[in-house]
């Protein structure tokens, strides 16, 4: 079955750490993203790869990084210098860029404060 | 500045009884809009593309509509497994591929 695959489901990070959250899809999509969603919030861009080793800051980049290593694989790290980690993140694929494609979405990872 | 605003916030319906979700935007340019359902836990699942004013896309009970201004979704005599909350995106003319979300219609269907 094709798809976007994301891992882990939960997560928990402690104070000073890094963390890194897995996004895998089997659709052969040229493009990938993050979004960040929080309660009452629209789903905001974190980061965008139109390409393989290429990717843009979307509009809340700061205390966030990405790889873009294989077109199958965009992970998102999570640092320390992001002061309010706490959110449900979503990572989206569509296969072809500078079009109307839509963005088809994974299952999300909640990612928590300990 | 790009913005969608979706309304009703949240919506209670009684099985059979039809209602529709408002997604009203305002884009320098429109690409295409874009509704999605997500179901609590869930990653959104996409229903529909609009690309022009005018349009109407239909899937079971589910009909979305396209104007210059704004998009409805409207939903005939629903059923509980329509309980979820809809999300609408518009995607501006330009060099990037970026969605703006509104915050979604939280809809929920009683027997």
């Known amino acids: 079955d094709g798809g976007i695959t994301q891992s882990p489901k939960y997560l928990f990070r402690k104070e000073g750490q890094n963390v890194t959250l897995s996004c895998e899809q089997n659709?052969?999509?040229?493009?990938m993203y993050w979004y960040r969603q929080d309660p009452g919030q629209g789903l905001r861009l974190i980061y965008y790869s139109q390409i393989v080793n290429d990717f843009q800051k979307g509009d809340i980049a700061e205390g966030y990084s990405v790889s873009r290593e294989k077109k199958e694989s965009f992970p998102l790290t999570v640092t320390s210098a992001q002061k309010n980690p706490t959110a449900f993140y979503l990572c989206a694929s569509s296969s072809r860029t500078g079009t109307n494609q839509p963005q088809h979405f994974g299952d999300g990872t909640r990612l928590s404060i300990l | 500045e790009d913005q969608v605003t979706q309304s009703p916030e949240a919506l209670r319906l009684q099985e059979g009884e039809s209602s529709s979700l408002n997604c009203s935007y305002t884009v320098s340019g429109l690409r295409g809009l874009f509704w999605y359902r997500q179901d609590p836990g869930k990653g959104p699942e996409f229903l529909f593309t609009l690309y022009s004013a005018g349009e109407e896309k239909e899937k079971e009970r589910l009909k979305a509509t396209l104007t210059k201004k704004e998009s409805f979704l409207h939903i005939t005599a629903p059923k509980p497994e329509d309980s979820a909350t809809y999300l609408c995106?518009?995607?501006?003319?330009?060099?990037?591929?970026?969605?703006?979300f509104g915050t979604g219609t939280r809809l929920q269907v009683f027997p």
């Open positions: 995106a518009v995607q501006p003319l330009g060099g990037t591929d970026k969605l703006i």
């Open positions: 659709l052969n999509h040229d493009a």
